[in-house]
């Protein structure tokens, strides 16, 4: 028999029930106080959370170090999802750096002079929508085991540091600053004793910061800095401006020049460097030049020819020419004009020539055919030539490539053709072979290298493997050695390029939603960041967990919204990025894309980034679609109907912007009437039909203290009662990190502010319990909360969750587990068949016994059949029945008792119960034991119904639950 118990502290109930644990008891408790200060120090036990990945796409990697002297080591940052160490050359990876104010890394350093001293940067640094901000820089001085924020909290992104090599207490950290709005703590920041002090050296304006610096490996008062000027807004992406440039300090940055000679100014995107050798050494820089020069285009024309098999074909004729309005058309064959013979280049030279025009210029006979038959035309070969001059059209000159071999006092342009990637602020990163001053690599879509010095460069040397890269380092010991960072994880080649390898075991998916369904056991879906969308099991029969081949692809690009059918698990509906949504049979493999399309004659329509999609609490065919209208399909998204106007504020200098925006962002429908839909966007509005949207009700104005035009996360109704609803907004795209989380119990007439307890981070998703009305669940860009007493009060929910953002939440309806879809880790799970039985008699009780969750057994399978120890797998949930139940103070040893019957009432376990006062879990499996590969899980517990009871004090106490098998031999 295995038995495990844990005990939880009594403390932390006495003080809930105080604090009017039940929404009843709480109903005259004042206004929500400011978020960020947490009302209760001891939370309740709402259990751990297990990681179930995927880890077999990875997710971007912003950067990597080498360990100096130690091959095997290396560091791997990612943009969301903590820093990673290896030590035995990837075959495992230990996360660092996970649970700090933000994980959301820029930058890592290693101290070269000692390996336990790494510096990191936080805040992404590639200008995406999904670009985390930072918390300042951290610094370790024990490997990871501790860590310590040494400053510049407003910094928010982070693009490079580097460390003094010969006093490494002096360290340069290059700090972009604000990405959705203009700040002065950005600039190049130095510290001369270890991260104690701070002193900004560099400082170009409030929209431009220092995105890239490199130190003279010869002379480190030497240093070369890229500022970068960019603001993004949630309609639009300024990524270039005259504040981007290169800065040189001779003096250790009490100095700074811009450097000037053959490099461009203006209007310059995000710059790149790469110092190769010492004093000067030869520095190159990959510089994004988004200047505007006019495009060549052939002269204006009425009308192109070519000789074809003999004879004067018309090519083209211009649009309002002189050529069209004389009756010419494509492919027309001349045969004459005038007195000439149009049967040689000279014979057309003699008779177009130079029209003379004027008042006496006399009209020829054009004879030509046209699909074998004769025509001509009287006309005036001035009227015939006449032409529409043609508007000038400009693009931006590209990137390109500079070097510098005299310490920058001159730069030579290297590449012939535009290299580097779009857009070219998610990029910007170039590195030089160590060994060889010539060879380049060139972070982009692909990776570009050139063995020239840039002048030529190859096309792509890493196409195996996913685009979009940003972080690049060489084997100072063996170019042939390379690590690359990307969108899709990390890789390494041996063979400078030729092939790479692809980590599979760094669980860092970014997920922009999940969604679950109703197969046993249930699976788990969602969209992830340029890694499609991917659905896979929430447990697993292999006894080491869920692995990598478990987990399948359902779509690609940009992957968000994943919404398998409640009633049919084979049907999925995702969407990519701007509106284009899909409907997957799973049974089949095949797709159909399902996107609503206008009228002729109908203005485009708009869809967000991430456009959402609901199926029906009412009918599963009908599903509910968000662009700028609402959309609603009563065959599965076969045929939309247009169920709204235009929903937004269309403001028109948002719609001038870059970005799709005036967009729909949540829509509910309501589970007791399928007349009631609640619509939030990205520009602030909250919309309520009650009549099946025949009319919509804008709420503006009644959520007191949110800033005008906010992006409403959620919008959500309750199941258990008819007049509660919930909106979420968020100040991401502003820079203002203040939860703004509204509740209603009127219908939606008047909302309450409720967030005491929560951290100054902004809300995503709000989800209710479908069993305890009492009980919320939250999830914020720096975790998860839950509160239960209807949102009054918020605490952390679960153990061992990383700071990470929790861009979704699914609570499974059958379960009772809450999965939580991060964008960083991947996907969560956490059991709360405990926590929403936490309420009322059970608290105030002398003893509980809570009810006991059934139990699912699955098929056995093996383990990682002999695969090594480079795999990582999702972890199942504990084997066996867990049986919890509360004491209310401490009993006699002998006095507390827990047994378990079969339904034939013959005991079948007596696990030891704890007598302590507190809340207690009992994990029983029955026994059992195997052979070599050990017991099959939970080999002991046989389906069929049980009875557990728990004696106290000679009192009983009891409750039944089932163990359920989906192993066909078993039922």
């Not at 990405?179 to 431009?208: F, K, M």
């Not at 940055?253 to 000067?280: E, F, M, N, V």
């Not at 940009?558 to 701007?578: C, K, L």
């Not at 503006?700 to 008819?722: I, K």
Request: proline share 6%.
């Amino acid at each position: 028999m295995s038995v495990q118990n844990h005990r939880f502290a009594i403390p932390f109930l006495i003080a809930a029930t105080v604090m009017g644990i039940s929404r009843a008891q709480s109903s005259a408790q004042p206004d929500s106080p400011p978020a960020g200060e947490p009302q209760a120090s001891d939370p309740l036990p709402t259990g751990a959370w297990r990681e179930i990945g995927p880890a077999v796409f990875g997710g971007r990697i912003v950067d990597v170090a080498l360990y100096p002297g130690d091959r095997s080591s290396m560091l791997a940052a990612s943009g969301s999802g903590g820093l990673w160490r290896t030590r035995n050359n990837g075959v495992t990876w230990e996360c660092i750096f996970e649970n700090e104010g933000t994980i959301s890394i820029g930058d890592v350093a290693l101290d070269p002079t000692d390996e336990e001293v790494i510096w990191v940067g936080t805040g992404e640094a590639n200008n995406q929508r999904s670009s985390y901000w930072g918390d300042g820089i951290y610094k370790t001085t024990d490997g990871g085991e501790s860590w310590v924020m040494m400053g510049l909290p407003n910094s928010h992104h982070i693009g490079r540091i580097v460390i003094d090599p010969r006093d490494t207490d002096r360290v340069f950290v290059a700090a972009l600053g604000n990405l959705y709005s203009a700040n002065p703590e950005r600039g190049l920041y130095r510290t001369t004793d270890g991260g104690g002090t701070w002193e900004l050296v560099l400082q170009i304006n409030e929209d431009a910061g220092v995105v890239d610096v490199v130190m003279d490996s010869g002379d480190s008062s030497v240093l070369y800095a890229a500022s970068y000027e960019r603001l993004r807004r949630a309609w639009n992406f300024d990524g270039s401006g005259p504040g981007s440039g290169i800065h040189k300090t001779e003096d250790g940055g009490d100095t700074w020049t811009r450097l000037a000679g053959g490099l461009p100014d203006g209007d310059l995107g995000r710059i790149g460097l790469a110092l190769h050798g010492s004093g000067p050494g030869t520095l190159y820089a990959t510089v994004p030049n988004m200047n505007q020069v006019e495009i060549e285009q052939d002269p204006a024309v009425s009308f192109r020819t070519r000789f074809r098999k003999g004879e004067l074909e018309v090519r083209e004729v211009q649009k309002g020419g002189g050529a069209e309005e004389s009756g010419l058309k494509r492919g027309d064959v001349l045969m004459r004009l005038g007195d000439v013979d149009l049967n040689s280049v000279w014979s057309v030279a003699q008779a177009f020539g130079t029209p003379s025009g004027g008042e006496d210029e006399k009209a020829l006979t054009l004879e030509f055919t046209r699909d074998d038959e004769s025509k001509s035309v009287k006309v005036k070969l001035s009227e015939l030539m006449r032409f529409v001059p043609i508007k000038p059209r400009y693009r931006q000159v590209g990137g390109e490539i500079y070097r510098t071999t005299d310490g920058g006092q001159s730069f030579e342009k290297r590449n012939k053709k535009s290299v580097a990637g779009s857009p070219p602020y998610y990029y910007g990163q170039i590195r030089v072979d160590p060994n060889d001053v010539e060879r380049l690599y060139l972070l982009s879509v692909p990776v570009m290298t050139s063995s020239d010095g840039g002048e030529n460069w190859s096309g792509n040397i890493a196409g195996s493997v996913h685009v979009d890269h940003h972080a690049f380092a060489i084997d100072p010991a063996d170019s042939r050695r390379l690590i690359l960072g990307n969108d899709g994880g990390l890789h390494q080649s041996y063979d400078q390029g030729e092939t790479w390898f692809h980590y599979e075991n760094l669980p860092l998916a970014q997920f922009y939603a999940v969604g679950v369904d109703m197969a046993e056991p249930y699976n788990v879906y969602g969209g992830t960041q340029d890694n499609g969308t991917w659905g896979g099991p929430s447990r697993s029969a292999q006894r080491g967990g869920i692995l990598g081949h478990e987990w399948y692809s359902v779509g690609g690009g940009d992957g968000f919204y994943a919404v398998p059918d409640p009633r049919d698990p084979n049907i999925v509906y995702g969407e990519s990025q701007f509106g284009a949504v899909f409907r997957k049979d799973l049974a089949t493999g095949a797709s159909k894309s399902i996107r609503p399309r206008p009228r002729e004659g109908e203005e485009r329509y708009r869809f967000n980034w991430n456009s959402p999609i609901v199926i029906s609490h009412h009918n599963h065919e009908i599903v509910y679609f968000g662009g700028n209208r609402l959309f609603k399909s009563f065959n599965r998204g076969d045929d939309w109907h247009v169920r709204s106007e235009d929903l937004s504020t269309q403001d028109e200098a948002k719609l001038a912007g870059n970005v799709p925006h005036c967009t729909i962002t949540t829509v509910a429908e309501s589970p007791f009437d399928p007349n009631k839909v609640l619509v939030g966007t990205d520009d602030g509005l909250v919309h309520l039909t009650a009549d099946g949207c025949l009319t919509f009700t804008n709420l503006a104005g009644r959520f007191p203290g949110v800033p005008s035009g906010w992006w409403v996360n959620r919008v959500e109704f309750s199941a258990h009662d008819d007049q509660r609803a919930w909106v979420v907004f968020s100040g991401y795209r502003e820079d203002d990190f203040r939860p703004f989380v509204y509740t209603t119990g009127d219908g939606g007439t008047s909302w309450k502010l409720i967030t005491r307890g929560l951290h100054q981070a902004p809300v995503n998703v709000i989800r209710e319990d479908p069993v305890n009305p009492d009980l919320l669940y939250l999830g914020t860009e720096l975790g998860a909360f839950y509160s239960l007493n209807a949102g009054e009060d918020w605490l952390p929910l679960g153990e061992g969750l990383p700071t990470i953002p929790v861009y979704d939440l699914a609570v499974h309806p059958r379960d009772g587990e809450v999965v939580a879809g991060t964008h960083g880790r991947g996907f969560w799970v956490l059991n709360v068949s405990l926590l929403r039985q936490l309420s009322g008699e059970a608290l105030t009780s002398r003893v509980h016994l809570f009810d006991v969750q059934d139990y699912v057994r699955l098929p056995s399978r093996g383990n990682f059949a002999w695969s090594g120890d480079g795999g990582w797998a999702g972890r199942n949930p504990p084997g066996g029945v867990s049986i919890h139940y509360r004491l209310a103070q401490d009993e006699m040893e002998k006095a507390v008792k827990l047994e378990i019957f079969n339904s034939r009432g013959e005991s079948v376990g007596s696990p030891k119960a704890p007598s302590e006062a507190g809340i207690h879990s009992v994990r029983w499996t029955g026994g059992g034991s195997g052979g070599r590969f050990g017991s099959r899980r939970s080999s002991g517990l046989s389906p069929g119904e049980y009875r557990a009871v728990l004696g106290v004090n000679k009192e009983e106490y009891e409750t039944w639950f089932e163990v359920r098998s989906i192993n066909p031999r078993e039922k």
